[in-house]
């Protein structure tokens, strides 16, 4: 059974730091596409960012470029978010996502998700 497990969220004041992990198991996920979304209530799911298998091709959602790194670890079957200078508005649920290949920011070509973690910023 695939999973993708996230860890690392919770409450955080303006201005600090998160870093989400993501591990996954039951494939190996090695070559694929990593992304994280987000999802805050009343709201739809966004893109967050999303990285290619070997970390060649990266993208962020303007609203934290600069701010938040996605990075990855094919050994350990990991992929990482480290959130930083974190804002009131990055509060949201923050889901992790898999596809086979070809990078992109839409949530529903994502094959695999995890349950998701919290993340809240306090203002």
């Known amino acids: 059974q695939v999973q993708l497990v996230e860890s690392g969220g919770g409450l955080v004041q303006a201005g600090g730091s998160l870093r989400l992990s993501c591990a996954a198991s039951?494939?190996?996920?090695?070559?694929?596409?990593l992304g994280w979304f987000r999802q805050a209530p009343g709201k739809e799911r966004e893109f967050v960012a999303t990285?290619?298998?070997?970390?060649?091709?990266?993208y962020y959602a303007d609203s934290v470029k600069g701010r938040f790194t996605i990075s990855r670890d094919n050994a350990k079957n990991t992929v990482y978010l480290q959130m930083n200078s974190l804002k009131p508005e990055d509060t949201a649920v923050y889901y992790c996502?898999?596809?086979?290949?070809?990078?992109?920011?839409?949530?529903?070509?994502?094959?695999?998700w995890g349950q998701g973690t919290q993340v809240t910023v306090s203002s």
């Open positions: 990285i290619s298998w070997n970390g060649g091709s990266i």
């Open positions: 039951g494939r190996t996920f090695r070559s694929d596409v």
């Open positions: 996502a898999a596809r086979g290949m070809g990078v992109t920011t839409k949530p529903h070509e994502y094959n695999y």
